[in-house]
């Protein structure tokens, strides 16, 4: 990865002094959002959002509340919260759950309140929801399983929509301002040395994710032809790490019991094959990632010994808080 590429943008821009006071609410919802993000629809619906909304647009004259917390903050999505998080650092003081969610993503106000409110049930530190049959996705293992489980325990959580605590947040902030635009993703569960049964994909909770992956691939940075596993393999590389798939190693079914065999975990996953008629992705890219999964429920080591970043040197970042509009029309 050519490391002019590799630079943020965002962290040029003047953005506010300081962000408007939220509800009080404890949750947060972060989208760095374009024109055509799906983030309206999250607020919308009968009843309260249990969750302030926090929209870093990397575009004019994207769409927003007045109640909403806003900021424009051109420039690619991990460079760009990692902009935020250095300028706004009160943010993991606001707020307990902190999620990270992309603009093409679908779903609605009750399905993130109920993902919160697992959250916290669970004492997860991040999680996910899962992905509907019909999402395009890379990692077969964030399909949902169906009505098996509540939730499954896994080895990490992806980057198209995480919640984190704000402690593993907080611990996980080394990794934004790396400079990488994908993989960090791959290492932000192995920061403790107490990871098990703190980080799982959340099958209650069903979202869609409307676009193929890769779509943005241009704006992060990357070439037209460039392939996101140079990027990962360096990711991994710099910290001595490996990575040899996604694993869900535990589950909570639902009469509450927790489920501790990869074999039955493993089982389940040939539920996926239901899905192949209603996939977007061809049958044979879709099979070949649903026989992955299954094999590595099976067979692969869960990786999750600690890495060290604290030594790693981080790029500085110019953060300019002058007074300005907060989102140009």
Known sequence: MNRRK???GASAFPIPRQLPKGSGMRNLVIVRAGRRSLHPGWVNGVGKAGFDLLVAAYEAGVPHRPTDLNVFLPGRKIAGYHALFQCYPEILDNYDLIALIDDDIDTTMDDINRLFEIGK?????LFQPALSSDSYFSYASTLTSGRQYVLRYTNTVEMMCPVFSARCLRAALGLFGL?????IDLLWTRLTDTPWLRYAIIDDVVVRHTRPVGTTKTMQGFGVNE???VQIDAVLKRFGAEF??????????RRGQLVRSRFLIGLNSLTLLRSLFKTPLKWTQFLRLATD???HCWLRP???QRIDIASIKKPGLHCER??????PR
């Open 179 to 183: 400079g990488y635009e994908t993989g």
């Open 322 to 327: 002058t007074p300005r509009s907060i989102m």
């Open 244 to 253: 040899r798939g996604f694993v869900t190693y535990a589950a909570v079914n």
């Open 6 to 8: 590799l630079a943020p």
């Open 302 to 304: 869960i990786n999750l």
């Open 227 to 229: 392939r996101y596993d």
């Open 293 to 295: 999964y299954t094999r």
């Open 121 to 125: 049930t669970y004492n997860l530190d």
